[in-house]
């Protein structure tokens, strides 16, 4: 199970960190990504963290402002997002899966089985 935590309103250019917590299974085997889901938009990949390669993997929409993260003691994953722009807004998902996602399917959200109920973060002034 994923709970998702940590959404709010933030102004443009300004900072936020959105965290996903689980349970019944520890983190340091699990594939963990974040999707995100913008009013009238579909669903759309943001970042994915491997454990099987020890690699990340970003849409480029968010790379080099956006940086995915584990704590795997407290069985925890983090989205720190930065230098936020109002088309950032929307219900951000984490999502895992226990198998190591080859690097062509891991931006598929249908590869992941486990999902978080989502946490709303919007950017406006």
């Known amino acids: 199970q994923l709970q998702a935590s940590g959404g709010g309103r933030v102004q443009p250019g300004g900072s936020l960190r959105v965290s996903c917590a689980a349970s019944?299974?520890?983190?340091?085997?699990?594939?963990v990504a974040w999707f995100r889901q913008a009013p009238g938009k579909e669903r759309e990949f943001v970042t994915a963290d491997r454990w099987s390669h020890r690699d990340r993997y970003y849409a480029d929409s968010v790379k080099g402002r956006f940086t995915i993260s584990r704590d795997n003691a407290k069985n925890t994953v983090y989205l720190q997002m930065n230098s936020l722009r109002p088309e950032d807004t929307a219900v951000y998902y984490c999502?895992?899966?226990?198998?190591?996602?080859?690097?062509?399917?891991?931006?598929?959200?249908?590869?992941?089985?486990?999902w978080g109920q989502g946490t709303l973060v919007t950017v406006s002034s």
């Open positions: 999502a895992a899966s226990p198998r190591g996602i080859i690097t062509s399917q891991v931006r598929r959200a249908d590869n992941y089985e486990y």
């Open positions: 019944g299974r520890s983190t340091s085997t699990l594939t």
